[in-house]
C-alpha cells in the first residue's frame, strides 16, 4: 500500500514537472524569436565590424537553432513523458530520461558558451558612422529599412547624436524615423523650429547596451537555469518511478510464481454395518 502511495505522488509530481517545461519551452521560443529581431537589425547595421563579432559571440548561443530546436525537442518529450507517467509505461519512461540528459547536456554546453565575454568597447561604436552613408541610396534600401526600423523600435537617432546624419550624408535633416512623433515631414519641421521633437540619444550606445546584454538574454538565461533545475528533478523522479514500477513488477511475477499450496487428500470414512 506505501509503494502505490509512492507511486502516485511520483506521477503527480512528474505530471507538474511535464506541464512547467511546456511552458518554459514556449516562453524560450518567444524570448528567443524577440531578442533574434532585434539582432538582426544589428548585424545588418554594424556589419563587417568589431560590433559584429561582438554581438555573435554573445547572442548566438542564446537563439542558435540549436537552442530553438532543444526547446522544440522538450516539448516533444515532455508529451511522450505525460503519457509514459500517465501510462506506467517503462519502455515511455525510459527514453524520457534519456532524452532530458540529452536536452540538459546541450543546454549546459549552450550556457557554457553564452557566459564569455564579448571583447568591444565604446570606442567600437565610431565604426558605425560610415554605415550612413548608404542610406536613402536605390541599391541599399534594406540598409535604409534597417535605420528606420532600428531608430523607431530603439528610440534612437544616428550614431552618438543626430547631426550625425548632416555631418556623414548629404542630408540637411535626419530621417523620419528620429522622430518622437513621427509624421512626414516630421524631421524637417523639427529641424527648424523644435531639436525636443528629435531622439537625443545615438544608436551607438543602445547598441553596446544591448551586446552587452539585456534584460531579454538576463531573462533567457533565468529559464535556462530553471529548466536545468527542473530537468534535474525530473529525470531524479522519472529513475525513483522506473525502480518503483520495476520493483513492483518483479514483486508481482515471483508472487505469480510460487507453487500452491498443497491440499490434504482426506480420503471418505466408510460404513459399518
Same mark, same amino acid.
Do not use: Y
Given at each position: =500500500?506505501?509503494? /502505490? #502511495? %509512492?507511486?502516485? !505522488? &511520483?506521477? #503527480? *509530481? *512528474? #505530471? %507538474?514537472?511535464?506541464l512547467l517545461f511546456l511552458l518554459m519551452a514556449v516562453c524560450v521560443l518567444g524570448v528567443a524569436a524577440w531578442i533574434r529581431d532585434s539582432l538582426n537589425s544589428i548585424l545588418t547595421l554594424a556589419a563587417h565590424t568589431r560590433l559584429e563579432e561582438a554581438a555573435i559571440l554573445t547572442y +548566438?548561443? %542564446?537563439? #542558435?537553432?540549436?537552442?530553438?530546436?532543444?526547446?522544440?525537442?522538450l516539448i516533444l518529450v515532455a508529451m511522450v513523458g505525460y503519457c509514459g507517467t500517465l501510462r506506467c509505461n517503462l519502455l515511455l519512461l525510459s527514453w524520457y530520461f534519456c532524452s532530458l540528459l540529452v536536452i540538459f547536456c546541450v543546454e549546459l554546453a549552450s550556457a557554457v558558451w553564452s557566459y564569455e565575454e564579448p571583447s568591444v568597447q565604446r570606442s567600437d561604436m565610431i565604426s558605425l558612422k560610415p554605415r550612413l552613408h548608404n542610406f536613402g541610396l536605390q541599391h541599399h534600401q534594406w540598409l535604409t529599412h534597417t535605420w528606420n526600423h532600428f531608430q523607431t523600435e530603439f528610440q534612437c537617432c544616428g550614431v552618438i547624436y543626430f547631426t550625425d546624419w548632416l555631418e556623414m550624408t548629404e542630408m540637411e535633416w535626419p530621417p523620419d524615423s528620429c522622430c518622437t512623433n513621427q509624421y512626414p515631414g516630421c524631421a524637417r519641421h523639427a529641424h527648424f523650429h523644435d531639436l525636443s521633437d528629435l531622439y537625443q540619444e545615438g544608436c551607438g550606445p543602445k547598441i553596446y547596451s544591448f551586446i552587452r546584454g539585456t534584460k531579454q538574454l538576463h531573462f533567457l538565461r533565468f529559464l535556462g537555469v530553471s529548466m536545468g533545475v527542473?530537468?534535474? &528533478?525530473? =529525470?531524479?523522479?522519472? *529513475?525513483?518511478?522506473?525502480?518503483? &514500477? !520495476?520493483?513492483g513488477q518483479s514483486s508481482a511475477?515471483?508472487? +505469480?510464481?510460487? @507453487? @500452491?499450496?498443497? &491440499? /490434504?487428500? +482426506? %480420503? @471418505? +470414512?466408510?460404513?459399518?454395518?
Open positions: =500500500m506505501a509503494r /502505490e #502511495h %509512492a507511486v502516485r !505522488c &511520483l506521477r #503527480h *509530481l *512528474l #505530471h %507538474a514537472l511535464n +548566438s548561443p %542564446a537563439v #542558435h537553432p540549436v537552442i530553438i530546436a532543444a526547446s522544440c525537442l527542473a530537468q534535474i &528533478l525530473a =529525470m531524479a523522479l522519472t *529513475l525513483t518511478l522506473l525502480w518503483a &514500477l !520495476c520493483f511475477k515471483l508472487g +505469480s510464481q510460487m @507453487p @500452491p499450496a498443497a &491440499l /490434504e487428500d +482426506s %480420503a @471418505p +470414512s466408510g460404513a459399518t454395518v
